[in-house]
């Protein structure tokens, strides 16, 4: 097993880590030994070769700055639940349109990820749209919730619209927030995005809307049961879904023989992704019981990685895989070869 790096080849690249002699992706950085035809991960751009050239300097020798940027729409849907609309440069928003975009927002001196929900490039500016639920100290500063405005709004009523000015710091995007987004990327410029199944739910389902521009699946399984009546409406309006609940076990064995069903029809196609989770780790973990350590790797499922932020630097997303190489999840999806 190796590893693709979400920033190699990017602006980000090289970063402090090849510094430091522990780039997953290059072995010359961690052994003086070149095994860029052996690798399974290799992903057409050298880091080493930049980083000599660069008179062995890192791109980034400390986290990335914030920008302040302005809200432009803040909804209220009941509960906590919000969607914020964020005035960005035309950059930004487009890269915001690639599968497992996010972006670290930062509140109470503290960061948090944030999955994009949707974003749009006009001339050289653009938007980008968070969903968030308030559910703590970050959180509420963010979205400016009380428990005293909630009770103002009744559970399956339209829409809170506020519309006070506001500021939001962010920092990013970064692009690893889909474990195996890159698989999307693959499926789609094979024009097999089609055949991928997805089953998503609650909150988890947000980079589901990201990712629609690669998938345009006609499969979609959607357990709703968690989100705002009026924000399912909103958002998913257009997009043809069968509903389930997952937490009914008639349902939960549906889509247990729905992937078993995908891993066989998609056999040793390693390079293509076997489906699109969008869920928490408690329903992948049940959705995917059945299946191999190999066909999970061919999984599209969020990064439920605790990120601190998104660059490799503050180690809270490390993780040590079977062969005791510890990654940090923020930059890298494991590659499989059977």
Request: contains cysteine; neutral net charge.
């Amino acid at each position: 097993m190796e590893y693709q790096c979400a920033d190699r080849g990017t602006r980000r690249c090289p970063c402090h880590l090849i510094a430091a002699g522990q780039c997953y992706t290059c072995t010359m950085t961690r052994t003086g030994r070149c095994s860029c035809e052996e690798e399974a991960g290799w992903q057409g751009v050298c880091p080493y070769t930049e980083y000599m050239q660069q008179d062995e300097t890192a791109v980034w020798e400390k986290p990335e700055p914030v920008s302040e940027v302005e809200v432009l729409r803040k909804i209220h849907y009941g509960g906590g639940f919000f969607t914020v609309r964020l005035s960005v440069p035309a950059g930004i928003a487009e890269a915001c349109l690639r599968p497992g975009a996010y972006l670290m927002a930062e509140a109470v001196g503290c960061r948090m990820p944030l999955s994009v929900l949707r974003a749009e490039r006009h001339g050289r500016r653009g938007f980008v749209e968070i969903a968030v639920k308030a559910t703590g100290p970050k959180t509420a500063a963010l979205t400016g919730y009380s428990l005293r405005q909630d009770r103002k709004i009744k559970s399956g009523s339209e829409a809170a619209v506020c519309r006070e000015p506001a500021q939001w710091h962010i920092a990013g995007p970064y692009f690893n927030g889909l474990l195996h987004g890159e698989l999307l990327e693959l499926a789609a410029g094979e024009g097999k995005a089609g055949d991928i199944p997805v089953i998503c739910r609650g909150a988890a389902a947000v980079p589901f809307l990201a990712a629609q521009q690669f998938l345009k699946s006609s499969e979609i399984y959607f357990d709703d049961s968690a989100l705002p009546e009026a924000f399912v409406c909103e958002y998913f309006s257009g997009i043809p879904f069968e509903r389930v609940h997952l937490d009914r076990e008639k349902d939960l064995r549906k889509m247990k023989k729905r992937l078993r069903d995908a891993a066989d029809q998609k056999g040793r196609q390693n390079h293509l992704p076997l489906a699109l989770l969008m869920v928490s780790p408690y329903y992948v973990q049940q959705l995917t019981e059945e299946l191999s350590e190999i066909q999970k790797c061919r999984l599209v499922i969020p990064n439920a990685a605790s990120l601190c932020c998104g660059m490799g630097f503050c180690g809270s997303c490390s993780h040590t895989d079977g062969q005791g190489r510890t990654v940090r999840l923020c930059k890298c999806s494991p590659v499989v070869v059977e």
